[in-house]
C-alpha cells in the first residue's frame, strides 16, 4: 500500500515562493497521474496542478496559472508543487493525490479520481 508524505509547507510571505514536496513509500508511483489539491477552513478540496504518469501532461487551476510548476522524480519517487508570488488566498492544508491506477495517461481533476492522499501540509501566507 502507498503512502504520501507531504512536507514544504510553512510560513510565506506574500509574493513569496515555496516548493512542496509529496514523497511516495511502498510503491512506485511512476505508473500513477498525480495530483495536488488544496483545502482552506470550511471550504472543499480544489485542485491546483497535477502531472500525467509520464509527465508529459499537466494542468493547473486558473487561480494558480502562471505561477505553480509541478514536477515529478521518478528515482526520488517524489512529485513536486513549486508555487511563486504567493498570496493571501493560497492559504491552505496541501494535499498530494495518487490517481486511480486504471486509466489513461492524462491529470485527473477531480478529487474522485484519486485514490490515495497524503496527510497535507499547511502553507500560510502572510501579508
Known amino acids: 500500500q502507498v503512502q504520501l508524505v507531504e512536507s514544504g509547507g510553512g510560513l510565506v510571505q506574500a509574493g513569496g515562493s515555496l516548493r512542496l514536496s509529496c514523497a511516495a513509500s511502498?510503491?512506485?508511483?511512476?505508473?500513477?497521474?498525480m495530483g495536488w489539491f488544496r483545502q482552506a477552513p470550511g471550504k472543499e478540496r480544489l485542485f491546483v496542478g497535477g502531472?500525467?504518469?509520464?509527465?508529459?501532461?499537466?494542468a493547473y487551476a486558473d487561480s494558480v496559472k502562471g505561477r505553480c510548476t509541478i514536477s515529478r522524480d521518478s528515482a526520488k519517487n517524489t512529485v513536486y508543487l513549486r508555487m511563486n508570488s504567493r498570496k493571501p488566498e493560497d492559504e491552505a492544508v496541501y494535499y498530494c493525490?495518487?490517481?486511480?491506477?486504471?486509466?489513461?495517461?492524462?491529470?485527473?481533476?477531480?478529487?474522485?479520481?484519486?485514490?490515495?492522499w497524503g496527510q497535507g501540509t499547511q502553507v500560510t501566507v502572510s501579508s
Open positions: 502531472i500525467s504518469r509520464s509527465g508529459g501532461s499537466t
Open positions: 511502498g510503491r512506485t508511483i511512476n505508473s500513477y497521474n
Open positions: 493525490g495518487l490517481g486511480n491506477p486504471i486509466g489513461d495517461d492524462y491529470v485527473p481533476l477531480q478529487v474522485y479520481e484519486y485514490g490515495a
